[in-house]
């Protein structure tokens, strides 16, 4: 992969990092070994001519609205909840999970106070729980959600589940799925249309490797 006019890329660190840098291998970016493991936050890959830039999940849609990035690999759950102004160009298909309702089994409201959710998507949760015309408190956490409702801060908790593992062994059960989630090809608005042909380029060789998936 080459694209003709040099693009800069977010990538986000975490969960979703590994299966992105497998899939832009696989599109023929020859990302150095050491990207994966090294602590350096701009990684510079000339033969394709891409500038890689390293961030937190959630600040990569940040990045791209700003026009510091031109595009960016990020999880739908990012999207849903940052709501930035990006254009998302392609599903990716990768990552795959849900972000879900979750809890302690055989919990029952008690009392009138609203039930307290805990969760790292408050504007996700709010507007569900808005939508099922359920009055709950939202405490935003950072992380570890579903510590919340074992030490007693919260009812309900709102997070990602993928094999359902952490769920599990904290004894907790999912009630209810509310939205699949999938890594999404994301693209900054002026870069769409100034760097059109170099976004295009990246654009059709991760559609032809997500289709050959
Ligand atoms: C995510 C999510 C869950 C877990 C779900 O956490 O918040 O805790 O993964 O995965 P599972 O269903 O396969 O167990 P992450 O690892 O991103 O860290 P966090 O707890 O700091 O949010």
Redesign the pocket.
Known sequence: MNAKEKLIVAMPK??IFEEAADLLRKAGVPLPPEFDDSRKLIVPVPEANLDFILAKPTDVPTYVEYGVADIGVVGKDVLLEENRDVYELLDLQISC?RISVAGLPGWKPSGSSAPRVAT?YPHVASKYFREQGQQVEVIKL?????LAPLIGLADRIV???????????NGLVELEEIVPITTRLIANRVSYRMKSEAVDYIYEKFASIVEER
């Not at 950072?142 to 579903?146: D, K």
């Not at 997070?159 to 062994?169: A, C, M, N, P, Q």
């Open positions: 975490g969960r999970c790292k950072n992380g570890s959600i579903e997070d990602i589940v993928s094999t359902g593992r952490t769920l599990k062994e």
